[in-house]
């Protein structure tokens, strides 16, 4: 396989919360071998569970190291009472992506089955595609499915997005300026300043995580409003937060995967971008407000230009840029170019906006229960994260809060 970069993902590699899980439930008995042997099979089919990263020798660029192992980190724990402080311990320490994989794998065994509690970092793989790496696992381990060796491809440059994808305007013009103002500056973030930066922040900053059920007759009620009114569910959901926060932008993922043709079906990376949808209307009406969602939504994904401002930007942007602009924006980092692009263009100034990634439904019968959790972005103010298995939908939502 050849070297594959961390480009359109670098924004995630000096970023506090950078990482995301999947909670889910199977009936099959624990038993340690054959996990580790699932888990096996499973790096062995994803490259990128075996690398770790590496700056590049001479340059400023990093890359995927492929080890001859596998690097996922498994933990068995006896107490299921403790995912959540588990998963919270993420947060207070951050995650050395030159020392450790980007999947970490707990295990809880119950009397009848086990619960999995999947984290992995956003530089592993989006939301999407850790949905299917929860699947892979319970495919292989409850049904004895191996999943299939895929080549890793990412996004590689501006020119393998869709046409008329590059920025214009006063977007072009923006990044360039940053661009110049942070080589005229002359530094760059070394990685163990970020670090001792993220043991600062996570003192006084903390994230609170919530999930909810929705019932069958609910979710049957949502679905005959969508089709009756032409809407999606995605459009109701963020109709229900627009009305009930009072905000007039919220932040989306959307799946990209089939407008990237070297992307293979399995690979993991990330294959999404952001949209933030401004939505003016004053309605306290969901479904009126839902039809409006609808026709702004619409108008993004036929807009390639809107569909990747932020990828375009990243690709654009200087590497060393991107690294500062968390960092500098949260107060870690004195640069005029980092605080402008971490505070004034992706919003990590302080915990503001609302998010929905919405990993649509699936079907299957070897998962008894799944629950995704967002990612917790300094720069939002709550992220819901949403997930529908054999026709139950459950939410999780993640929220900064400043201690």
């Known amino acids: 396989m050849k070297k594959q970069y961390v480009i359109s993902e670098r924004a995630h590699f000096m970023c506090p919360n950078m990482h995301f ?14 996990v580790e042997a699932t888990l096996k099979r499973m790096a062995e089919a994803h490259p990128f569970l075996k690398c770790l990263i590496a700056y590049e020798e001479r340059t400023e660029k990093l890359y995927y190291k492929i080890t001859d192992c596998s690097q996922i980190n498994l933990v068995i724990k006896e107490d299921i009472s403790s995912i959540w402080s588990d998963y919270k311990k993420i947060s207070k320490r951050d995650w050395n992506v030159f020392e450790n994989g980007l999947l970490k794998v707990y295990i809880y065994p119950q009397k009848q089955g086990m619960t999995v509690l999947f984290i992995t970092h956003h530089l592993l793989v989006d939301g999407r595609g850790l949905l299917d790496i929860a699947q892979e696992f319970a495919n292989d381990y409850v049904c004895a499915i191996p999943p299939v060796y895929v080549e890793e491809e990412l996004i590689g440059s501006i020119y393998d997005l869709p046409k008329k994808s590059g920025l214009l305007g006063i ?11 942070w080589e005229k500056e002359k530094h760059v973030v070394s990685y163990e300043q970020y670090e001792s930066f993220v043991e ?19 979710v049957a ?3 005959h409003l969508c089709k009756e009114n032409g809407f999606s569910m ?3 959901l963020m109709a229900h937060m627009y009305v009930k926060t009072g905000t007039q932008k919220i ?8 407008m990237f043709s070297k992307y293979r079906k399995g690979a993991l990376g990330n294959y999404s971008t952001a949209m933030g949808i401004h939505c003016k209307s ?3 009406d969901v479904i009126e407000m839902a039809k409006e969602v609808h026709k702004l939504v619409q108008k993004h994904l036929k807009n390639n230009r809107a569909l990747m401002l932020v990828l375009a930007c990243y690709f654009e942007m200087s590497p060393t840029l991107l690294d500062a602009a968390a960092i500098s924006a949260l107060g870690g980092f004195e640069s005029k170019a980092g605080k402008f692009v971490g505070g004034g263009m992706f919003g990590f100034g302080q915990p503001k906006s609302y998010s929905i990634t919405n990993l649509g439904k699936i079907e299957n019968e070897n998962i008894k229960s799944i629950v995704f959790i967002p990612p917790a972005s300094p720069a939002a103010k709550l992220t819901l994260g949403v997930v529908t298995l054999n026709g139950k939908m459950r939410a999780c939502s993640s929220r900064n809060e400043e201690d």
């Open 221 to 223: 009620q949502m679905v």
């Open 282 to 284: 004053k309605t306290t």
């Open 171 to 181: 977007s072009k013009m923006l990044v360039k300026q940053a661009n110049r103002q």
């Open 21 to 34: 899980g999947i909670l889910m439930e199977i009936e099959k008995e624990y038993y340690k071998v054959n």
């Open 234 to 236: 995605n459009d109701l």
């Open 200 to 218: 600062e922040y996570s003192k006084n900053h903390s994230i609170e995580y919530e999930t909810y059920e929705i019932d069958n007759t609910a």
């Open 251 to 258: 932040i989306i993922a959307a799946d990209i995967r089939n």
